[in-house]
């Protein structure tokens, strides 16, 4: 496999903000694709670019079967994400795991040249000793962490003892216009109202959408990086404290001053809130994933991935901050 144009590729996660642009990426070099996507989601971007759609769910069987047997290529980005108390845990095992496996021995039987697992960062947890690269060992934390990382590990297992050809992929924190992730820390800092628990010395990693889609094809394009791991992030990562500056400083407003020295109270309150709301099947407005930002290192080393695939990230971060500010002003977030 070259990269070349005119290939056959089929897509979850399609509708989502990683999978949209590269679904554009894909479609743009000349591939035909296909999206499986729910019934629920909104297809008018997928739509406009001419896309075949699958209308279903990742956690049926059959129709996965159906949906991947005349393909060339597979990228799986599917994947359920949030987590905060409104949606049940064993929904995070039959799409991250369960739907995976589903996709996985679709792929196998349908003999696909190339099948691209998305994976995430995350399922390293906390970076002890930081940066981390693909050695370093599992640790993931919360749900969505356990069964990303449970969804990665049968990919290899495809991979390595099936005779599947395919690459993990590990993106570092995600941003970018079209992501509302970071909104909410865009948005204390515009107005004033963000406050750093604890020292603010951890270390955070993000990566600009249009770098992760490249890094993504550069991994369904190499012929070396069957059966390896890549971890995909920007050129560096910073401490929180430098992130909350540069963000206050594309935004042109005074870098937040608030300050509140201890993590814990914090993190019981946020744990409270989800005890709090979970009768009611919502998510809170603060839980215990959202909090940990405030404490977990998230600093990796792209070293691998530049040396085998020749993956150099292009945006600065700064020039990253400036693009999605002016996003979320120009759609009235800010």
Same mark, same amino acid.
């Given at each position: 496999?070259?990269?070349?144009?005119?290939?056959?590729?089929?897509?979850?996660?399609?509708?989502?903000?990683?999978?949209?642009?590269?679904?554009?990426?894909l479609?743009?070099?000349?591939n035909?694709?296909?999206?499986?996507?729910? +019934?629920?989601?909104?297809?008018?971007?997928?739509? +406009?670019l001419?896309?075949?759609?699958?209308?279903?769910?990742?956690?049926? +069987?059959?129709?996965?079967?159906?949906?991947?047997?005349?393909?060339?290529?597979?990228?799986?980005?599917?994947?359920?994400? /949030?987590?905060?108390?409104?949606?049940?845990?064993?929904?995070?095992?039959?799409?991250?795991?369960?739907?995976?496996?589903?996709?996985?021995e679709?792929?196998?039987?349908?003999?696909?040249e /190339?099948?691209?697992?998305?994976?995430?960062?995350?399922?390293?947890?906390?970076?002890?000793? !930081?940066?981390?690269?693909?050695?370093? !060992?599992?640790?993931?934390?919360?749900?969505?962490?356990?069964?990303?990382?449970?969804?990665?590990?049968?990919?290899?297992?495809?991979?390595?003892?099936?005779?599947?050809?395919?690459?993990?992929?590990?993106?570092?924190?995600?941003?970018?216009?079209?992501?509302?992730?970071?909104?909410?820390?865009?948005?204390?800092?515009?107005?004033?109202?963000?406050?750093?628990?604890?020292?603010?010395?951890?270390?955070?990693?993000?990566?600009?959408?249009?770098?992760?889609?490249?890094?993504?094809?550069?991994?369904?394009? /190499?012929?070396?990086?069957?059966?390896?791991?890549?971890?995909?992030?920007?050129d560096?990562?910073?401490?929180?404290?430098?992130?909350?500056?540069? =963000?206050?400083?594309?935004?042109?407003?005074?870098?937040?001053?608030?300050?509140?020295?201890?993590?814990?109270?914090?993190?019981?309150?946020?744990?409270?809130?989800?005890?709090?709301?979970?009768?009611?099947? =919502?998510?809170? !407005?603060?839980?215990?994933?959202?909090?940990?930002?405030? /404490?977990?290192?998230?600093?990796?080393?792209?070293?691998?991935?530049?040396?085998?695939?020749?993956?150099e990230?292009?945006?600065s971060l700064?020039?990253? =901050?400036?693009?999605?500010?002016?996003?979320?002003?120009?759609?009235?977030?800010?």
């Amino acid at each position: 496999m070259n990269g070349e144009s005119n290939m056959e590729i089929f897509v979850t996660g399609g509708t989502g903000f990683t999978g949209s642009y590269l679904v554009s990426r894909l479609v743009k070099e000349g591939n035909e694709v296909t999206v499986l996507a729910r +019934k629920s989601s909104n297809t008018e971007k997928l739509k +406009k670019l001419g896309v075949n759609l699958v209308l279903g769910d990742i956690t049926d +069987k059959n129709l996965v079967n159906s949906a991947v047997k005349d393909m060339d290529m597979v990228y799986h980005l599917a994947a359920v994400w /949030r987590e905060g108390g409104g949606i049940p845990k064993s929904v995070f095992w039959d799409v991250n795991v369960n739907g995976t496996k589903n996709i996985l021995e679709a792929s196998l039987h349908a003999n696909i040249e /190339r099948f691209i697992h998305c994976s995430t960062c995350g399922v390293l947890g906390h970076i002890a000793n !930081p940066p981390a690269d693909e050695t370093y !060992p599992y640790n993931p934390g919360d749900i969505y962490q356990k069964t990303k990382c449970e969804g990665e590990k049968l990919a290899l297992e495809y991979f390595h003892k099936k005779g599947l050809a395919g690459v993990v992929v590990r993106p570092t924190g995600i941003y970018g216009p079209g992501d509302l992730r970071f909104l909410k820390l865009f948005k204390s800092i515009n107005d004033g109202k963000f406050i750093m628990v604890g020292k603010g010395d951890v270390l955070y990693h993000l990566t600009y959408i249009d770098d992760l889609i490249e890094g993504i094809m550069l991994c369904g394009k /190499r012929k070396n990086a069957i059966g390896q791991t890549y971890i995909i992030g920007g050129d560096k990562y910073v401490s929180l404290n430098e992130l909350v500056a540069l =963000i206050a400083k594309v935004l042109n407003v005074p870098v937040p001053q608030k300050h509140f020295p201890f993590f814990w109270p914090v993190w019981t309150a946020a744990l409270a809130c989800e005890i709090v709301c979970k009768p009611f099947g =919502i998510n809170p !407005p603060v839980f215990r994933r959202r909090v940990d930002i405030f /404490r977990k290192n998230r600093a990796f080393d792209i070293s691998k991935a530049r040396k085998e695939l020749g993956y150099e990230p292009k945006v600065s971060l700064e020039e990253g =901050i400036k693009e999605t500010a002016e996003w979320y002003k120009k759609e009235g977030y800010l």
